[in-house]
């Protein structure tokens, strides 16, 4: 006895290295998520600079082919503007991730989440997290790495130890339930062996989720769930109830359309 979902996920096992993966890059603006993309794709397919403002204005999306020993697959790596600063609205952001999904149009096998290692988290930070969760729903968390730029500044050893001893709760507790999928980036190295070494190391984090997702990519039917969610928010905010009420509204409204997805089977037929 044993049973297809077991079968189906040995075959993922085997398969893990070698099938295309589709890969969205979220975070702050100034954070390194086109450099990061570039890094990924091993070119300046993506424009990269610091900048106070989103160098990348809408989202978009390269391919490559990545040799890992002697292992050819294809990338779709998908770049998106800083969806949460300021000067962003909801609305605009909305319309951001609703392309980037429609994109990957075999699903999101993995989310970055761009942070950087050369400072400290603020605020805002948390607030990126929060409105991931609220589009994507708590789910998003089984598909998400956090990928930390600026390791040309930290060592890995200090960066460890921060992370380990004074990173913020919020985020050592979206750490936990991504089952520690975390990597130091240099998207400035010149070293080929440190960049490939790098890419290896996110690879082999990629696998990991797609592994503990049993091949199944975070797809447009879950993002429609949270749409519908997200579109009642917005509805809610335009009726101008007063907040205490509005905050618990919001919550019923959002676990109302959240229940579909957090029961949403996500074992795939073999």
């Not at 809408?58 to 600063?85: E, H, K, W, Y």
Request: aromatic share 6%; charged share 25%.
């Amino acid at each position: 006895m044993g049973g297809g979902n077991d079968d189906h996920c040995n075959r993922v096992a085997r398969c893990a290295w070698t099938d295309d993966v589709t890969l969205v890059l979220v975070g702050k603006v100034g954070y390194g998520k086109s450099a990061t993309a570039n890094s990924i794709l091993g070119c300046n397919a993506f424009e990269s600079k610091r900048s106070y403002a989103s160098v990348t204005g809408t989202c978009q999306m390269r391919s490559t082919s990545l040799r890992v020993g002697n292992v050819i697959r294809t990338a779709n790596v998908i770049d998106t503007p800083g969806l949460f600063d300021m000067g962003i609205s909801v609305k605009e952001a909305g319309k951001e991730i609703t392309k980037s999904m429609d994109m990957a149009k075999e699903g999101m096998h993995a989310m970055l989440m761009v942070l950087t290692a050369a400072s400290r988290l603020s605020p805002e930070d948390e607030e990126t997290m929060e409105y991931i969760k609220l589009f994507f729903g708590d789910k998003i968390v089984d598909h998400m790495i956090f990928v930390f730029t600026n390791g040309d500044q930290v060592q890995e050893t200090d960066w460890k130890s921060m992370l380990d001893n004074s990173a913020p709760g919020y985020l050592k507790d979206m750490i936990r339930r991504c089952k520690n999928r975390v990597i130091l980036f240099d998207n400035k190295t010149k070293d080929i062996q440190k960049r490939d070494a790098q890419l290896k190391q996110l690879l082999n984090l990629v696998n990991s989720v797609i592994l503990s997702n049993c091949g199944k990519p975070f797809s447009n039917l879950m993002f429609t769930h949270m749409k519908k969610a997200h579109d009642k928010l917005k509805e809610l905010d335009a009726e101008g109830c007063p907040d205490k009420q509005t905050s618990e509204l919001k919550k019923a409204r959002c676990d109302e359309y959240l229940a579909p997805i957090n029961k949403m089977d996500w074992n795939v037929p073999p």
